[in-house]
Nanobody
Framework: QVQLVESGGGLVQDGGSLRLSCTASGRTLNGYAVGWFRQAPGKAREFVATVSGSGGTTHYADSVKGRFTISRDAANNAVYLEMSSLKPDDTAVYYC?????????????????WGQGTQVTVSS
C-alpha cells in the first residue's frame, strides 16, 4: 500500500517561512515526478510546484515563483517545498502527489498517489 505523508505545516506570520516535507512508504519517490498542490477553503485545488523524476526540471505556479522552491532528497526518499515570504493568500491545505512517470506535470489528474495534506496558515 502506497502512502504519502506531508509534514511541516503550521501557523506562520506574514513574511515568514516554512518547509514542507513529503515522504512515502510502500513506494519510492525517487525517479518519479512529484508535485505540490494546495486547496484553500471554498476554492478549487491548484497547482503549486512540481519536480521531475531526476530533479532536473521544476515548474512553479506564477503566484509562488521566486518564493517557493521544490527539491528532492533521494537519500531520504523525500521531496521538500521551501516556502518563504509567505502571504495570507498562501493559506491552504498543501498536498503532495506522485506520478508513475518521471516527467513532471502541472495537472492534478495526472498524479496517481496523494497524501492527506498539511495545513499552512499565514496570519496577517
Amino acid at each position: 500500500q502506497v502512502q504519502l505523508v506531508e509534514s511541516g505545516g503550521g501557523l506562520v506570520q506574514d513574511g515568514g517561512s516554512l518547509r514542507l516535507s513529503c515522504t512515502a512508504s510502500g513506494r519510492t519517490l525517487n525517479g518519479y515526478a512529484v508535485g505540490w498542490f494546495r486547496q484553500a477553503p471554498g476554492k478549487a485545488r491548484e497547482f503549486v510546484a512540481t519536480v521531475s523524476g531526476s530533479g532536473g526540471t521544476t515548474h512553479y505556479a506564477d503566484s509562488v515563483k521566486g518564493r517557493f522552491t521544490i527539491s528532492r532528497d533521494a537519500a531520504n526518499n523525500a521531496v521538500y517545498l521551501e516556502m518563504s515570504s509567505l502571504k495570507p493568500d498562501d493559506t491552504a491545505v498543501y498536498y503532495c502527489a506522485s506520478r508513475t512517470l518521471w516527467i513532471s506535470s502541472l495537472h492534478a489528474d495526472t498524479y496517481d498517489y496523494w497524501g492527506q495534506g498539511t495545513q499552512v496558515t499565514v496570519s496577517s
